[in-house]
């Protein structure tokens, strides 16, 4: 069965500084890997997604994410943070293209951004 | 454009009653799904749908209810909650093309008593 860990509960950042938030996963074969963003009291936002080709995948806001195969990884990067993102960032996977609907979704990485 | 809308926003239940989570989409998207969002555990799937007619459990489907008599309409039903059930609930959809991002509402807030 497919699984996701965001290691980190809360992360606190300054405003300018640089985000990571992490994200292991746990799957046979060739995962499909989608990361989300949610502001309070709304649903969420797809930032971005990975599929195959380039393991470097740019998403909206500025941010990134990095598709590492040999450590189960896709963690997420925004180089200098905003006061508007914080929010709960969900890190996703789906088992194939057919099934990427059914996607497994980490418990979610709470971020406070410091003025 | 309405996307994915969630009625009520807000619900609080007795033990033992019943309600429905409406969920619509005006998108024409064929597959739409529910979700279940509890701390620390991320979004639960509860049950989805590929098409009209036709829907399947997903990971946490006991105590829910789903049908799927058209496109635009999924909704949840609660036959008789338990506050186990307390959670925020999200509907989903999307088209079923490999590039097609998941369309979330804005959720409904459930409280069991």
């Known amino acids: 069965a497919q699984s996701v860990t965001q290691p980190d509960i809360h992360i606190t950042v300054s405003e300018g500084a640089s985000l990571e938030l992490r994200c292991n996963y746990s799957?046979?074969?060739?995962?499909?890997l989608f990361w989300y963003v949610q502001s309070p009291g709304q649903g969420l936002q797809l930032l971005l997604k990975?599929?195959?080709?380039?393991?470097l995948v740019q998403g909206i806001k500025g941010f990134e994410a990095e598709f590492k195969r040999s450590q189960s990884s896709f963690n997420l990067r925004k180089p200098s943070v905003h006061w508007s993102d914080a929010a709960e960032y969900f890190c996703?996977?789906?088992?194939?293209?057919?099934?990427?609907?059914?996607?497994?979704f980490g418990g979610g990485t709470r971020v406070l951004v410091k003025p | 454009n309405a996307g994915v809308t969630q009625t009520p926003k807000f619900q609080v239940l007795k033990t033992g009653q019943s309600m429905t989570l409406q969920c619509a989409q005006d998108?024409?998207?064929?597959?739409m799904s529910w979700y279940r969002q509890d701390p620390g555990m991320g979004l639960r799937l509860i049950h989805y749908?590929?098409?009209?007619?036709?829907?399947d459990q997903g990971e946490v489907p006991n105590g829910y209810n789903v049908s799927r008599s058209t496109t635009e309409d999924f909704p949840l039903r609660l036959l008789s909650a338990a506050p186990s059930q307390t959670s925020v609930y999200f509907c989903?959809?999307?088209?079923?093309?490999?590039?097609?991002?998941?369309?979330f509402g804005n959720g409904t807030r459930l409280t069991v008593t």
């Open positions: 996703a996977v789906g088992a194939s293209k057919a099934a990427g609907n059914k996607l497994t």
């Open positions: 799957y046979g074969a060739t995962p499909y």
């Open positions: 749908s590929v098409g009209a007619g036709i829907t």
């Open positions: 990975y599929f195959s080709g380039d393991t």
């Open positions: 989903a959809s999307r088209k079923t093309g490999r590039n097609s991002p998941l369309h």
């Open positions: 998108m024409n998207h064929e597959y």
